[in-house]
C-alpha cells in the first residue's frame, strides 16, 4: 500500500509540473512570463473585474506590445474569473486599443467579461 501512495503522489507531482500549476501555486512566474518581449504589469480596479496594464515599451507601438498586454489580462481574468476574455477601452481614432503614455510606458484600460 505505501509503494502505491508513492507511485501517486510521483504521478501528481509529474503531472503539476508539466501543466504549469505548480507555478500558479508556489510561485515562480512559470516560463511564460519570460518568453514575452515587453514586460507588462497587471494592476485590479476598485472593482476587481476593472484592470489596467502597464508596459515597458520604450516607444513600441501598441502592435509590438499586444501579446504581453493581452498575457497579463488573460491570465488574471482566468484566475479570477473564470473566462478569459476582456473588453478593452478603444481609441475611436484609430479603432485600436486606447492607452496613455508614462514616459517610456504605455498603460491600457480593459475589464474582464464572461460569455
Request: charged fraction near 25%.
Amino acid at each position: 500500500m505505501t509503494a502505491t501512495r508513492f507511485l501517486i503522489m510521483i504521478c501528481v507531482a509529474l503531472t503539476l509540473t508539466g501543466c504549469g500549476l505548480r507555478e500558479r501555486i508556489f510561485g515562480g512566474g512559470g516560463q511564460s512570463d519570460r518568453a514575452l518581449p515587453y514586460r507588462a504589469k497587471l494592476a485590479k480596479g476598485e472593482d476587481r473585474r476593472d484592470i489596467s496594464v502597464r508596459v515597458q515599451s520604450r516607444g513600441a507601438s501598441v502592435a509590438a506590445v499586444r501579446e504581453s498586454v493581452r498575457f497579463q489580462a488573460t491570465r488574471y481574468c482566468l484566475i479570477n474569473f473564470g473566462g478569459a476574455d476582456t473588453r478593452w477601452v478603444i481609441n475611436p481614432v484609430t479603432g485600436d486599443w486606447a492607452f496613455t503614455r508614462d514616459g517610456d510606458d504605455m498603460i491600457f484600460q480593459g475589464r474582464c467579461v464572461f460569455r
